[in-house]
T-cell receptor, first 113, second 114 residues
Framework: DAEITQSPRHKITETGRQVTLACHQT?????MFWYRQDLGHGLRLIHY???????NKGEVSDGYSVSRSNTEDLPLTLESAASSQTSVYFC????????????FGPGTRLTVL | AQKVTQAQTEISVVEKEDVTLDCVYE???????LFWYKQPPSGELVFLIR??????QNEISGRYSWNFQKSTSSFNFTITASQVVDSAVYFC???????????FGPGTRLSVLP
């Protein structure tokens, strides 16, 4: 069955370190998204991609970067982790249209000490 | 700008009661899509329904039903005969036809007590 996976599921890191969160989908979806979920803010879009070599900034992109070298993966990198980036991160993918249903991964809980 | 409001932060009901979760959205566009997602205590986000702005027909899926009313910009979700397994946070979301991303509401935490 097609799926979307994230790794690691839990991560603890220190302020200033570079961290990369992996997202892999086997739906063969063109569109992939990264969100963060924080109490009181719901889900907020960090970055998204509509295809290989395409990346776009979302609502809260500062301090994050993504790259899309193939259809299946969209890794999220925190260049220099900050305590404000402690959150739960969700990856999602959707089919052809940007407005198609997004299917979410299980989430990664990141703690920055 | 687009906005989704879920005014009910938390709701508690006793098992077998019916419960309605409210969702009110704002957009000036005439073509858009509305979604509901469920986030159970385990944390994953589960897709429930997608509805486009031209389809105001109510939908029923088992114990779940959705009432879409463009006149009031609402897309409410009703669970009939609630069960403990319905306990979760429920999110309503909006995306425009040419939109780049979802706008999520803040979520409603539903607790169904035995």
């Amino acid at each position: 069955d097609a799926e979307i996976t994230q790794s690691p599921r839990h991560k603890i890191t220190e302020t200033g370190r570079q961290v990369t969160l992996a997202c892999h989908q086997t739906w063969n979806h063109n569109n992939m998204f990264w969100y963060r979920q924080d109490l009181g803010h719901g889900l907020r879009l960090i970055h998204y991609s509509y295809g290989v070599q395409d990346t776009n900034k979302g609502e809260v992109s500062d301090g994050y970067s993504v790259s899309r070298s193939n259809t299946e993966d969209l890794p999220l990198t925190l260049e220099s982790a900050a305590s404000s980036q402690t959150s739960v991160y969700f990856c999602a993918s959707s089919g052809q249209g940007a407005r198609d249903t997004q299917y979410f991964g299980p989430g990664t809980r990141l703690t920055v000490l | 700008a687009q906005k989704v409001t879920q005014a009910q932060t938390e709701i508690s009901v006793v098992e077998k009661e019916d419960v309605t979760l409210d969702c009110v959205y704002e957009t000036r566009d005439t073509t858009y899509y509305l979604f509901w997602y469920k986030q159970p205590p385990s944390g994953e986000l589960v897709f429930l329904i997608r509805r486009n702005s031209f389809d105001e027909q109510n939908e029923i899926s088992g114990r779940y039903s959705w009432n879409f009313q463009k006149s009031t910009s609402s897309f409410n979700f009703t669970i009939t005969a609630s069960q403990v397994v319905d306990s979760a946070v429920y999110f309503c979301a909006l995306i425009l036809n040419y939109g780049q991303n979802f706008v999520f509401g803040p979520g409603t935490r539903l607790s169904v007590l035995p």
